[in-house]
């Protein structure tokens, strides 16, 4: 605490700081509090503002708060002796009229329904110590907080009602507000505070701004920002032990980030309700699905913003235990979705498709299962998820076991070797018949393979370990028997034929 006291935790009050969290709270002001209190002085006739220093809240008694005049010259002698407000009993001056004199004078009016002595003692006690006062009302956030349990909305709710005039958000870790206020971060000054995640990463950043310009305000809201990390970090546990216990609550989640996208978050201000059984089943509390569906993701550490990696697992033999897939994948892969999809299992991770396969292969070396994988091409985000979800599925289904096939580097032999290449002998016989004839030895089909494969002529030669001028002499005899290789669609029927007489 040393450190946030340093940055104005012993500063003078404000007399806005009296009445939105001090002593005078439920009083009504007018004027913008923004002057220190340093100090109080009761005042019983207006003779007595001669001794009265500057920075000093004036309480009014007998004659000076007989009535509407009296409490006008008053405010007249304060603002000549730059007093920080007046205070006054309510009923001395309507409520308009000292409005008005507030505003036209520039000194703060308060109005109090209680006794103006015990006021006076709750203002002196604050004004001589003003690291008390504000120690107070971190004990009572604290309190709150603790009631609030482990519910990040109703954290949040605390937060913005205990701390008036500032307002809280919860970021994820891409800037986006869970919840909280939306203009938590405008205003003379901001606080943050990074909530941590799982495996040494942040799980989002407590965010909060306002319009004081007490020095010492900040940093009480950063102390009472900090006393709110612990209960975030517990509902992001309790989030996470809720779902890995249940692959189907997972697996609906994952869905609905896919179907939803990222979504714009609404206002989530305010206490809400408690924390329900799941992330997926709690639309109650939510201002929108997308948004609900974004929260619980970021509880459970699942990345929901920036580049994203689709990936699938393909089982080779029957099984049903998900929930050991679930918690293989995670040990592997890290905090990322585990959904069933097609034959197997899928989600994404914020990795890269060269990171993400090396992962995966060594996920697919722990499974006790005969398993092939695949990774698609990285996207933007969620709202772009399922094309690369459809890559990772179509690769999975070319690679072979224990293998990892990445969809941005699939070329025609991984597209061709999903083919059912039973069906499509006979097919590919009648295709390549008049060179079939002539191939007494297979040199020619295995030249025309590698040409296609390879592009040309070169290397093919490269890749057969033969002198160019062969690969030429021998295509030569494959034009010869009757092959257009200029013409695109019959390199295309070509390709596939030699790939399934060669398998």
Same mark, same amino acid.
């Not at 809720?242 to 980030?257: N, V």
């Not at 032999?413 to 059912?420: N, Q, T, V």
């Not at 390879?454 to 062969?470: D, F, Q």
């Given at each position: 605490m040393s450190a946030v006291r340093a940055s104005g935790w012993e500063a003078p009050v404000t007399v806005a700081e009296l009445v939105d969290a001090g002593p005078l709270a439920g009083a009504r002001m007018y004027g913008a509090g923004e002057n220190p209190v340093r100090g109080?002085?009761?005042?019983?006739?207006?003779?007595?503002?001669?001794?009265?220093?500057?920075?000093?809240?004036?309480?009014?008694?007998?004659?000076?708060?007989?009535?509407?005049?009296?409490?006008?010259?008053a405010m007249r002698r304060a603002w000549e002796q730059a007093a920080a407000c007046v205070i006054a009993p309510a009923g001395g001056l309507s409520e308009g009229s000292g409005e008005v004199l507030a505003e036209r004078l520039g000194v703060t009016l308060i109005f109090v329904d209680e006794d103006p002595l015990?006021?006076?003692?709750?203002v002196a006690s604050a004004a001589s110590r003003p690291d008390a006062a504000r120690t107070q009302l971190v004990a009572r956030c604290a309190t709150r907080l603790a009631e609030a349990g482990a519910s990040a909305r109703r954290v949040l709710g605390v937060l913005n009602a205990e701390l008036p005039g500032t307002s809280v958000a919860f970021l994820d870790r891409y800037g986006r507000p869970l919840a909280g206020r939306r203009d938590a971060a405008t205003g003379r000054w901001s606080a943050e505070v990074t909530v941590p995640g799982r495996e040494g990463g942040a799980l989002g950043t407590l965010v909060a701004g306002g319009s004081s310009r007490s020095p010492g305000w900040p940093a009480v809201v950063r102390t009472v920002l900090g006393l709110a990390v612990a209960?975030?970090?517990?509902?992001?546990?309790?989030?996470?032990?809720?779902?890995?216990?249940?692959?189907?609550?997972?697996?609906?989640?994952?869905?609905?980030?896919?179907a939803t996208g990222p979504g714009e978050p609404g206002e989530a201000g305010g206490a809400g309700k408690a924390g329900g059984a799941g992330a997926a089943a709690r639309a109650d509390e939510a201002d929108g699905g997308s948004d609900e569906a974004r929260v619980a993701a970021t509880a459970l550490g699942w990345p929901i913003g920036g580049p994203i990696t689709a990936y699938q697992l393909r089982p080779l033999t029957p099984t049903a235990d998900a929930p050991l897939v679930q918690a293989l994948v995670a040990a592997a892969l890290g905090q990322v979705p585990v959904l069933v999809r097609g034959e197997g299992w899928a989600g994404w991770s914020a990795d890269g498709p060269e990171e993400l396969a090396e992962r995966l292969r060594h996920c697919l070396r722990t499974l006790p299962w005969p398993c092939a994988g695949g990774v698609g091409a990285q996207v933007e985000g969620l709202q772009t998820v399922a094309e690369s979800l459809l890559g990772a599925e179509a690769a999975a289904y070319v690679a072979g076991e224990g293998t990892v096939v990445r969809a941005d580097?699939?070329?025609?032999?991984?597209?061709?070797?999903?083919?059912?290449?039973g069906v499509l002998r006979a097919p590919a016989a009648v295709v390549l018949r008049p &060179?079939?004839? /002539?191939?007494?030895? $297979?040199?020619? #089909?295995?030249?025309? =393979?590698?040409? !296609?494969?390879?592009?040309?002529?070169?290397?093919?030669?490269?890749?057969?370990?033969?002198?160019?001028?062969?690969?030429?002499?021998? &295509?030569?005899? /494959?034009?010869?028997? $009757?092959?257009? #290789?200029?013409?695109? =669609?019959?390199? !295309?029927?070509?390709q596939l034929a030699c790939h399934v007489m060669l398998t």
């Open positions: 109080v002085r009761i005042v019983d006739e207006l003779a007595v503002f001669a001794t009265v220093a500057p920075h000093t809240a004036v309480v009014l008694i007998g004659t000076a708060a007989s009535g509407g005049w009296a409490v006008e010259m015990i006021v006076a003692v709750r209960s975030l970090t517990a509902w992001a546990a309790q989030e996470s032990l809720t779902a890995a216990r249940d692959f189907a609550l997972q697996t609906a989640l994952a869905e609905r980030l896919i580097r699939m070329g025609p032999a991984e597209l061709l070797g999903a083919l059912p290449t &060179l079939l004839e /002539i191939d007494r030895d $297979g040199t020619l #089909l295995v030249t025309l =393979a590698a040409v !296609l494969d390879e592009g040309g002529a070169l290397k093919a030669a490269e890749r057969l370990g033969v002198h160019r001028n062969t690969i030429t002499t021998r &295509l030569d005899r /494959i034009r010869a028997a $009757g092959f257009d #290789l200029d013409d695109a =669609a019959t390199r !295309l029927a070509l």
